[in-house]
């Protein structure tokens, strides 16, 4: 989980660099379009899908669906990268799990403990930290960071059905696809001519991006969510110190407190799911 934020924290501090000239949906097309590379180890298992029958078409509309929510949301993330620091970019996608456990509630049914409310609640007064409406201006950077994080809870949440019919190899390769199939249009629309660094700078972004993931996956194997998930608050640290270092952006306190809020609440709500698991796994044997 260490080199997972240290992945992420350059895919954010490569996208604001050359996110100033390059517009926003054009940027997030090309760092996925530059990152089908990465999809060819997937290609095998995603014919054998459509072979055997798996990517039927109620499957495929899940797929469609969840390529949109997340295509808007990665629009959303590059644009607001340019307009906020990198630390208040990190900090409010903190909310994404937060925003998932109340979407699972509304549309998949799953029960809401008093304990994990009370952590919604912790976790949105961090938010609130964070952006102090009424103190401060509150930017079209900021909104967009929040746009940001609900399509990406959205998009997990279509993600769940998905993840008990394919392959978790197809469900991250049918992502990639889809979503940079949704960007083209935008990215079309606004298009400027990229420099020869600038291409290497999104194929960096894709690389790390993918070896994000990656290394995700192995700590995910390798222990409890509650384990892995306060490992990711240093991501915020580390955000904070490239801001101040490569893009002179003060660091402010109240952007750390409200992460660590919410990461507080994120990671109490992955503690008491491992314990449920637990108790539900003993009550089946």
């Not at 390059?22 to 459509?50: D, K």
């Not at 059905?161 to 199939?181: A, F, N, Q, R």
């Not at 407190?257 to 314990?275: Q, T």
């Amino acid at each position: 989980m260490m080199v997972t934020g240290l992945c992420f924290v350059a895919v954010t501090a490569l996208v604001k660099y050359y996110g100033q000239r390059i517009p926003a949906s054009e940027a997030a097309f090309l760092r996925y379009a530059l990152g089908l590379v990465f999809l060819l180890p997937m290609l095998p298992a995603m014919a054998r899908a459509w072979r055997d029958g798996s990517l039927s078409a109620p499957v495929l509309g899940l797929f469609g669906l969840r390529g949109m929510v997340h295509t808007l949301g990665v629009i959303l993330w590059f644009f607001a990268m340019t307009k906020i620091p990198i630390a208040e970019v990190t900090a409010m996608n903190y909310m994404a799990p937060v925003y998932i456990s109340i979407g699972a509630a509304l549309f998949l049914g799953e029960r809401l403990a008093l304990r994990r409310i009370t952590a919604i609640v912790v976790a949105l007064v961090g938010g609130l930290i964070i952006l102090r409406p009424g103190l401060r201006e509150v930017s079209v950077g900021h909104i967009a960071m929040i746009g940001t994080a609900l399509f990406f809870a959205a998009s997990y949440l279509v993600a769940k059905p998905l993840s008990g019919k394919v392959s978790p190899t197809v469900v991250v390769g049918m992502l990639s696809l889809t979503v940079t199939i949704g960007l083209f249009p935008f990215a079309a629309a606004v298009w400027v001519t990229p420099t020869l660094q600038e291409l290497f700078g999104l194929l960096l972004v894709a690389a790390f991006a993918t070896a994000g993931h990656y290394s995700m996956t192995l700590a995910f194997r390798a222990a409890p969510m509650a384990v892995t998930q306060p490992v990711t608050f240093l991501q915020l640290i580390w955000s904070a110190l490239v801001g101040l270092v490569f893009f002179a952006e003060p660091i402010d306190i109240w952007v750390v407190v409200g992460g660590a809020l919410i990461m507080a609440s994120v990671s109490f709500i992955a503690w008491r799911e491992m314990v449920l698991n637990k108790r539900r796994a003993r009550a089946d044997t």
